[in-house]
């Protein structure tokens, strides 16, 4: 199977998001990935739950929400509704993480944990199991257009090894800082999905550049 392309919403056209879902209903993208921040998890403040409820009926592809906020458990329901595939949830925003994982499943939704780039791969040994996903952040979390940290490469292959040594069917996702050539390395380290904001929606033909990092 190919790798998987996430678009982030966080970096379109706000006045325009009405064409700019069009584009990606248009495009090859796999999955539009969907930003919440609250302020206090991270240093800045996106959107919420009304902006998916408002794309939801004109969005064809599956919503990859990332929830950048404290206390994610508290919104399961809310983000189910909204008409999330996957919810990801951060690691370390999670105390009882077996047990919000398990309630994401219940509630429909794939599950999906997001590391920060300092949190080491080892803590999801006892869960990686339970999970259809693993999110790096390759950036840190808050900000679209940052730099690529190097060593995101290196930490996605210690996970596929983990992924692997564990026989499990885990994605990897990777989210910050993803352009042609940081994608070309990430997939030859393992990763499954790509999420690409600014590299996407700040490019003179978007549906073209979603179509090359598809291509890679
Ligand atoms: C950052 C967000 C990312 C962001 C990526 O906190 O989680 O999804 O939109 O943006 P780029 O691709 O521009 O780094
Ligand atoms: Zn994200």
Same mark, same amino acid.
């Given at each position: 199977?190919?790798?998987?392309?996430?678009?982030?919403?966080? +970096?379109?056209?706000?006045?325009? =998001?009405?064409?700019?879902?069009?584009?990606?209903?248009?495009?090859?993208?796999?999955?539009?990935?969907?930003?919440?921040?609250?302020?206090?998890?991270?240093?800045?403040?996106?959107?919420?739950?009304?902006?998916?409820? %408002?794309?939801?009926?004109?969005? $064809?592809?599956?919503?990859?929400?990332?929830?950048?906020?404290?206390?994610?458990?508290?919104?399961?329901?809310?983000? +189910?509704?909204?008409?999330? /595939?996957?919810?990801?949830?951060? /690691?370390?925003?999670?105390?009882?993480?077996?047990? $919000?994982?398990?309630?994401?499943?219940?509630?429909?939704?794939?599950?999906?944990?997001?590391?920060?780039?300092?949190?080491?791969?080892?803590?999801?040994?006892?869960?990686?199991?339970?999970?259809?996903?693993? =999110?790096?952040?390759?950036?840190?979390?808050?900000?679209?257009?940052?730099?690529?940290?190097?060593?995101?490469?290196?930490?996605?292959?210690?996970?596929?090894?983990?992924?692997?040594?564990?026989?499990?069917? $885990?994605?990897?996702?990777?989210?910050?800082?993803?352009?042609?050539?940081?994608?070309?390395?990430?997939?030859?380290?393992? %990763?499954?999905?790509?999420? +690409?904001?600014? /590299?996407?929606?700040?490019?003179?033909?978007?549906?073209?550049?979603?179509?090359?990092?598809?291509?890679?």
């Amino acid at each position: 199977m190919g790798h998987k392309v996430a678009p982030s919403l966080l +970096a379109a056209n706000f006045l325009n =998001l009405q064409q700019e879902v069009e584009m990606i209903n248009r495009s090859e993208a796999d999955w539009l990935h969907l930003d919440i921040m609250d302020g206090v998890f991270v240093p800045n403040i996106s959107f919420g739950f009304s902006v998916l409820e %408002a794309i939801k009926p004109i969005l $064809t592809k599956p919503m990859d929400v990332h929830l950048m906020i404290v206390e994610p458990h508290k919104f399961i329901r809310e983000v +189910a509704c909204a008409g999330a /595939y996957i919810m990801n949830i951060h /690691y370390e925003a999670s105390i009882h993480l077996h047990r $919000t994982v398990s309630a994401i499943k219940e509630a429909g939704m794939k599950a999906g944990v997001t590391l920060n780039p300092h949190t080491p791969i080892n803590v999801l040994d006892d869960i990686i199991k339970d999970m259809d996903m693993v =999110l790096l952040m390759s950036v840190n979390p808050g900000f679209g257009g940052q730099k690529f940290i190097e060593q995101s490469v290196e930490k996605t292959s210690r996970l596929k090894d983990l992924i692997t040594r564990k026989n499990a069917d $885990t994605l990897i996702e990777i989210d910050g800082g993803v352009n042609k050539n940081t994608a070309q390395k990430l997939l030859s380290a393992g %990763a499954d999905i790509l999420v +690409a904001g600014n /590299y996407i929606f700040k490019s003179p033909n978007p549906t073209q550049t979603i179509k090359d990092l598809k291509d890679l």
